[in-house]
């Protein structure tokens, strides 16, 4: 838990929102971070970006990869979903392993919950290497494009 404190207010952030403690209570609501405290860090280029608004599709002759892996309660959020996170995790591993990434593109479609199988479709084209995580009835888990550094 991190404790900032901006006079004449103290705020505690966890995963479950923030705390205002001066009115002692938890709030989901964004609150805006003071100019001092947000000048202290510097911002990098993103990692992950949204670059359009299309559905993320494999061309024909896309490679679905039979091994499958089944969800466990390491990969589970609070929600006992799979964290979005873990979908990044899953897909890495089926890049080249020389493989540096400059950014990835996620699109989620469907929550994978403990105990599902996770399928793997990879394909290359000009937008980068794409991989979408499926369940058996091929159904879209997340698809994720990763531009590659050359």
Known sequence: MKRVQTAPYIYRYNERGIL????????????RIPEDIYGRYTLEEAYFKETSKSKILL????????ESFVVGRQHLDTNN?????????????????SAEVKSVRIQYRKQA???????????????????L???E??????ALVFTLAE
């Open 20 to 31: 205002d403690m001066n009115k002692r209570m938890f709030t989901k609501t964004t609150l």
């Open 59 to 66: 061309e024909d002759g896309a490679k679905k990869l039979e």
């Open 81 to 97: 979903h799979v964290n979005n996170a873990q979908y990044v995790s899953f897909a890495r591993e089926y890049l080249p392993k």
């Open 113 to 131: 919950r403990l105990g599902d199988s996770i399928y793997a479709y990879t394909g290359t084209d000009a937008e980068g290497y794409k991989v």
């Open 133 to 135: 995580l499926c369940n």
């Open 137 to 142: 009835a091929e159904e879209i888990y997340a």
